[in-house]
C-alpha cells in the first residue's frame, strides 16, 4: 500500500481551514492570537510533564520550559480556584 503524503493545498484536513481564515476579520485573528497566548504557558507545562517521563535528561528541559510550566500551573490553578 503507497502512503499518500498531502500539500497543504490538497490536504483534506487543511483545505477547509484555510479558506475559514481568510473569511475572520483582523479582531478575529487577533481575539484567536491572545487567546493562544494564554494557553501557552499550560501547552508547556504539559509537555513539560510529557518529557519528563519519557526522557528526564532531555535537552529540551530546561529553566524556560520549567518558568513556563510554572507560570501555566499558576494559570490553571487560578481558574479552578
Not at 485573528?29 to 519528563?52: G, H, K, N, T
Amino acid at each position: 500500500m503507497e502512503t499518500k503524503y498531502y500539500d497543504c493545498d490538497d490536504c483534506p484536513i487543511f483545505s477547509n481551514n484555510h479558506d475559514a481564515w481568510y473569511r475572520k476579520s483582523n479582531d478575529e485573528i487577533a481575539e484567536l492570537e491572545q487567546e493562544w497566548r494564554q494557553l501557552y504557558p499550560v501547552a508547556r507545562a504539559d509537555y513539560l510533564r510529557f518529557m519528563q517521563g519519557w526522557n528526564p535528561d532531555n535537552w529540551k528541559i530546561n529553566s524556560y520550559t520549567e518558568a513556563m510550566a510554572e507560570q501555566g500551573l499558576k494559570q490553571l490553578s487560578l481558574s479552578i480556584a
